[in-house]
């Protein structure tokens, strides 16, 4: 689910898993 977010767009992931994008910036 997280590779699919991430190839479908930063910003998409950040509404499946915003935990993810605070850990990445």
Same mark, same amino acid.
């Given at each position: 689910?997280? @590779?699919?977010?991430?190839?479908v @767009?930063?910003? #998409?992931a950040? #509404?499946? &898993?915003? +935990?993810?994008?605070? +850990? &990445?910036?």
């Amino acid at each position: 689910m997280k @590779s699919y977010c991430l190839e479908v @767009s930063g910003d #998409f992931a950040c #509404f499946t &898993r915003p +935990e993810m994008k605070v +850990e &990445r910036v």
